[in-house]
Structure formats: structure tokens, C-alpha cells
T-cell receptor, first 114, second 114 residues
Framework: GAVVSQHPSRVICKSGTSVKIECRSL??????MFWYRQFPKQSLMLMAT?????????EQGVEKDKFLINHASLTLSTLTVTSAHPEDSSFYIC??????????FGPGTRLTVT | AQSVTQPDIHITVSEGASLELRCNYS??????LFWYVQSPGQGLQLLLK??????LVQGIKGFEAEFKRSQSSFNLRKPSVHWSDAAEYFC????????????FGPGTSLSVIP
């Protein structure tokens, strides 16, 4: 089946710094990718839709200036958490839909902001 | 917009007992429905999906789910639970277009008593 990778799998950064998370579709092209955030013992909350070649679409309540999304190619979307704070510590998961109406999820990136 | 509810936050069953996890969705048209499982600290694994056709769908690991349009439900079942089934289970709904977002329910945490 289709594979989606994320890098890094874990990252620790200091408060106030920025961190970039990559999401790659390894064996298929994805004009659309989705970014989710999952706090401990909670569900996945959709943050934004990443669109290749155009601006991302953010869900209500998600700060677009804090969570920068770039979908520069058909296989890569990046999420940059700018000026990270401890409350941004979370599990970030990306997904990419396939032509078979299924979403392929990445393994997730655990961000810890100290 | 689509939404999902999972009425049971936590369920405990004995190993070998049957299991049913409830899921109710809200969507104006025919939904695309999914069940995912997530072990602690891990990514998501797709158990099964419903797009159309037979309303009883079979998945991996001995799971099945039944789509009932009249009840807006998509309950997950397993006839005999194994200790390794202990995990978080998420029901999710898509809008019915192949490249649209998937919205997750709040999840049900399953504990299995040996």
C-alpha cells in the first residue's frame, strides 16, 4: 500500500524557537495533504489542509501565522511551528488521500517544547 | 460538515469476550466511514472502511463493522477479544469525495482483562 513518511519522528526544541516537520508521500503524488494534532489521550484534530501550489486552508481556531504550511511539491508538505511554546507540545500527524478514497497516515512526529 | 461521536470513552472487557464499540456520524450525504486503531505512542492503523455496497464490512484482526443508515451508526464488533486488542479506537468520517478531509471521533479506549 501507499506509504507516507514523516521527519523527524521526535523533536525537542526550546521555547521561542521554530521547528519544521516534513511529510512525504513515498510512492504516490499528493496534491492535497492534511495536518492533524493530537494531545495526550485525545483524538486527532484537523489543523489544516495543505494544497500543492496554493495556500493552505486552516481550520477554525488554528493560527495560520504560527503553523506555517508549505506544499512545495507533489510529494512533500512541511509544517513549521513558529515561536514554539510548551503548549504546542503535541503529536503531529499528516495524511495524504489516495485515489481509492482512503487516507494514508504518516507515523507522526512528537514535538516537545521545553 | 461531517462529525462523529463515540459515546463510550472507555470500555473494559475480559479476554475472550465479545466487543462492540459504538460510532454515530452526522453527514448530509452518503458518508465514507473508517475505523482506526492506535496503540500508545504509535500511529494509526486502518481496521476497516465503508464506502458503498454491503453494509457489513470485514476488516483486519477479526474486526467487522455494520453501516446502518437509519441509525447513522457504524459500530465496530469483534466476537472474541484478545489482550493485544487493548488500544485506542477511532471512528472517522469522510465527505465522500476522494480528496477531502477525514474527521475523527473522540475515541474509545479499550482495556482487556486477562
Amino acid at each position: 500500500g501507499a506509504v507516507v513518511s514523516q521527519h523527524p519522528s521526535r523533536v525537542i526544541c526550546k521555547s521561542g524557537t521554530s521547528v519544521k516537520i516534513e511529510c512525504r508521500s513515498l510512492d504516490f503524488q499528493a496534491t492535497t495533504m492534511f495536518w492533524y494534532r493530537q494531545f495526550p489521550k485525545q483524538s486527532l484534530m484537523l489543523m489544516a489542509t495543505s494544497n500543492e501550489g496554493s495556500k493552505a486552508t486552516y481550520e477554525q481556531g488554528v493560527e495560520k501565522d504560527k503553523f506555517l504550511i508549505n506544499h512545495a511539491s507533489l510529494t512533500l508538505s512541511t509544517l513549521t511551528v513558529t515561536s514554539a511554546h510548551p503548549e504546542d507540545s503535541s503529536f503531529y500527524i499528516c495524511s495524504a488521500p489516495s485515489s481509492s478514497y482512503e487516507q494514508y497516515f504518516g507515523p507522526g512526529t512528537r514535538l516537545t517544547v521545553t | 460538515a461531517q462529525s462523529v461521536t463515540q459515546p463510550d470513552i472507555h470500555i473494559t472487557v475480559s479476554e475472550g469476550a465479545s466487543l462492540e464499540l459504538r460510532c454515530n456520524y452526522s453527514y448530509g450525504a452518503t458518508p465514507y466511514l473508517f475505523w482506526y486503531v492506535q496503540s500508545p505512542g504509535q500511529g494509526l492503523q486502518l481496521l476497516l472502511k465503508y464506502f458503498s455496497g454491503d453494509t457489513l464490512v470485514q476488516g483486519i484482526k477479526g474486526f467487522e463493522a455494520e453501516f446502518k443508515r437509519s441509525q447513522s451508526s457504524f459500530n465496530l464488533r469483534k466476537p472474541s477479544v484478545h489482550w493485544s486488542d487493548a488500544a485506542e479506537y477511532f471512528c472517522a468520517v469522510g465527505s465522500g469525495t476522494s480528496y477531502d478531509k477525514v474527521i475523527f471521533g473522540p475515541g474509545t479506549s479499550l482495556s482487556v482483562i486477562p
